[in-house]
């Protein structure tokens, strides 16, 4: 609990007697006895909001970024710079930081593998760990909470490390860009880090590439004195560029010896040397790993035979993430033809749309452009800007994905590999602000169980 003394020194203003005993920031969450925080933006829908969302809320105090007429007697108005500083000296009363390495891990793509590996081998060496990120927040195999971000906000993530991390050895966090810009890791340090990768995404938010990199060196803004980040042995452009601003960036160490088919990717054995290379540094190795033991996280490079055939499911949304594992499976499997389902999100970047085509066009022997939360776009609309960047004649357009995959299914030839590229652990498609239930995974699963019935 926080008592009115101690919040009026952290808000530095003159509060009637408060026990605070929870802090938020949304108002459908929020209880008579906590600390609401509710940012009202600019434009008249916002505004309109407000009024009606702090009509229901419960809280004992609010704390608004600009007034309004709507504003209630037991309210303040803090500039929203104030914001970090003062949600981290309540969160350090009501929530405080346990004791363990923090880890992040940043990257155009590979975040949540890489977060994932880290927490299996943690847990193959006797060391448990938590992650939090696009799966939610994690122990070894389990998820405790899905919040349906790939970083929370900053109230919830000190929630989570409080709640979850007290009995942990560390925590691997994926650290977005936009946790990064947006404060999301303030006050935070971190014992190391890793990037994975750099390539086009959030253009839609970053507006240019210089931008973006920009962003993603914030994360050395976290860490602690002497500190590294590991950057893949074979990401050699990334490392250069890095290390031209800061000297606190290693190469990851190769391993040289057989894995399992999950890590035949070339991307998938760099997020596995990074993920080691962690480990590591954070607790040493006294035993051999037996890298067999190692289960894919949910959706990523989600692999199923069929007959002569290999079905893929893979989180791929970006061009270089389309790019590796279509390259990844076409080294993998050199016999086989490769043939790529694919969308691309609504009202997101839509410059990666073509080059998506293209990438797809240059692997695969058929393409099938379908859905992947249009959000509030047309689909039809979005299809047409991926086939800009195409040539090919073996293109389907089918805007349903069920009836897309289920068309690709059936036009399965021998010695050939379907790859699902886009949703990965998704089980919805969005539209219009409506989740759908879809599942990539449960479509294989459930045509592999018709056609062995």
Known sequence: MLNDKKLNLILNTNLPHLEIRDIHWKGQDSTKDSILFYKILPDEKSQNTFTERIDKAQFAWLVVNTDHPSRPMNSSVIPETEWPRIQKEILDELY????????????????????????????????EGLSIGTLGVREYYKTIVDFGLTSPSYIDLRKFLNLYGKDKAFCVLEASSHALTQGRLYGLKFDMGAWLSFSQDHLDYHKTMEEYFAAKMLLFDYLKEGARVFVPSEQNELYSKIHHVTKKVARSETIDQPLPIFFSTTFNRNNLEVALDIIKSSFGLTDTIDFNQIIPPDGRFFIRPYKSNYIVVDFAHTPDALENICR??????????????????????????????????????????????????????????????????????????????????????DNEILLLAGKGH??????????????????????LLRDNT
Not at 384 to 391: L, T, V, Y
Not at 429 to 440: C, E, F, Q, T
């Open 96 to 127: 405080p930081m346990p004791s363990l390495k923090l880890i992040a891990i940043t990257g155009t793509n590979g975040k949540t593998t890489t977060a994932d590996l880290v927490l299996q081998l943690g847990h193959l060496i006797g060391k």
């Open 328 to 413: 990844g499976i076409k080294e993998a499997f050199p016999l086989h033809k490769l043939k790529v389902l694919f969308g691309c999100g609504g009202d997101r970047d839509r410059t990666k749309r073509p080059i998506m085509g293209k990438i797809a066009e240059t692997f695969g022997s058929e393409i099938y452009l379908t859905s992947d939360n249009p959000r509030s776009e047309n689909p039809d609309q979005i299809i047409e800007d991926i086939f800009k960047g195409m040539n090919s004649v073996h293109i389907h357009k089918i805007v349903d994905r069920r009836e897309a995959v289920r068309i690709a299914f059936s036009e399965l030839k």
């Open 426 to 447: 998704e089980d919805y498609i969005l539209i219009n602000g409506v989740k759908h239930p879809y599942s990539d995974i449960g479509e294989v699963e459930a045509f």
